[in-house]
Structures are given as C-alpha cells and as structure tokens.
C-alpha cells in the first residue's frame, strides 16, 4: 500500500516568506508526527497529532511554527517569516495506536526547506 | 524526557566483520526500543525493535540486546555489507507510539 507522502519534496524559500508543507499519512493512523533535521544531525521531534488533537508541541522551536490535522488524516506545518536556521528537512511520520501490538513509525521522504 | 548517548559516533568496519552500537538512556520508564537506519539523503527506516520484557532479539543478520538494570541496548549487526553503510540511530520512548528522541547518531562505513 501507499506509505507516508510529503510534499512538496523541495522549497526554497526567500528570507521572510511563509511556507506550508504537507503530509499524507498512511490511512487509517491516528498518530502523526513532525520533526525537523538539520544536516548532519539526527532528527527532532517538533509536534504530534492523535487524530485532529495537537497533544504535544514541545518540540517547536518558536510561534513562527504551527501545524494542524484538522480531519485527523492530512497535516500541514506552517513556518512563518521563515529564517536561514529553519533549513532543514521536515519528516513527517505516521503510526498506529495499538498498546499490545507493533506500532512503528513509517516515516515519509520529507521535505527539504531552504532558506535564502 | 529521556536522554539517549550513543557510542560511538562513526564506526569503521571491513566487510564481514560485526559492528556494535551502543545506546544509553536515562528513564527508567522508557519501555521501548527502537533502531532506526536511515541512508544519506532517505527516510530513516526502523530496522529492528526490543520491548523491555526480552533481552535479545535476532532478525537474521540483526540482533539487539537490553540491559534494563543498567539502562543500556546496543545494536549488533554481523557479517557486514557494503549496504550496510548507514547512520544508524536509537530510541528509548515510553511505548512504541511515543514521539522518538532519537540518539546523536553512528554513521557506520562498511569498507569492501
């Protein structure tokens, strides 16, 4: 079946500009969650969704980002004014929600921001 | 949160060889233990799994080991291949639907 999607896969921003990416979950996951990694680096957790409920954003780095799942399937992160340090690529990842069973998280291509 | 240390942090190994990465974590309420393996410019990719009620666990040329009382897991991966060649990153959530707070990384070269 389809897996995690992104997109767009690549942005290139100028300094100040918004920017929205998108992910597409895997169907029927009710956990979503973002995180942004730099070069070099492992990736940070930003933000996560149980169904539409943002229940924890501890991860965002400032109130320029903010992400929602209004439907509980599709998320979109915003970053506004973008700066030269938000260049990074954007992960997305989804997962079910099973206590007693596997729930891994199936990771999406991300997204690429580069901001100029 | 938990604080995950990983060691080391590039590793170097000659084709058929083993490698071993090691993870530390700090909260003892982590019950989960994911490695992840993400190759330069992909997606990361969970490669292989423990949960806090086995020791061992083998998935062919895989395995990982948890030390509960001493808090640490380590990832062993034996007759190594050029494909090998990856960063490789471990978790320690409190459950497998957890956010991840991955490791610093080991970036694995697998020489031919």
């Known amino acids: 079946g389809a897996g995690v999607s992104q997109s767009p896969r690549y942005k290139v921003a100028k300094r100040g500009q918004d920017v929205a990416l998108r992910c597409d979950p895997i169907?029927?996951?009710?956990?979503l969650f973002w995180y942004q990694q730099a070069l070099g680096q492992g990736p940070e957790f930003l933000t996560y969704?149980?169904?539409?409920?943002?229940?924890?954003k501890s991860g965002l780095p400032s109130d320029r980002f903010f992400a929602e799942r209004p439907e509980g399937s599709v998320s979109t992160l915003k970053i506004q004014r973008t700066q030269q340090e938000d260049s990074a690529v954007y992960l997305c990842?989804?997962?079910?929600?099973?206590?007693?069973?596997?729930?891994?998280?199936?990771f999406g291509p991300g997204t690429r921001l580069t901001v100029l | 949160g938990e604080n995950v240390e990983q060691h080391p942090s590039t590793l170097s190994v000659q084709e058929g060889d083993s490698a071993v990465i090691k993870c530390t974590y700090s909260?003892?309420?982590?019950?989960?233990f994911p490695w992840y393996k993400q190759e330069l410019g992909k997606r990361p990719q969970l490669i292989i799994d423990?949960?806090?009620?086995?020791g061992e666990k083998k998935d062919q040329r895989i395995a990982v080991t948890l030390n509960k009382t001493a808090k640490h897991f380590s990832l062993h991966i034996t007759e190594t291949q050029p494909e090998d060649s990856a960063v490789y990153f471990c978790?320690?959530?409190?459950?497998?639907?957890?956010?991840?707070?991955f490791g610093p990384g080991t970036s694995l070269s697998v020489i031919p």
């Open positions: 990842a989804s997962s079910l929600q099973l206590p007693s069973g596997t729930s891994e998280q199936f």
């Open positions: 169907s029927g996951h009710v956990s």
């Open positions: 969704f149980q169904n539409e409920a943002q229940l924890d």
């Open positions: 909260d003892s309420a982590s019950n989960y």
């Open positions: 423990i949960r806090s009620n086995v």
């Open positions: 978790a320690a959530p409190k459950t497998s639907y957890d956010k991840v707070i």
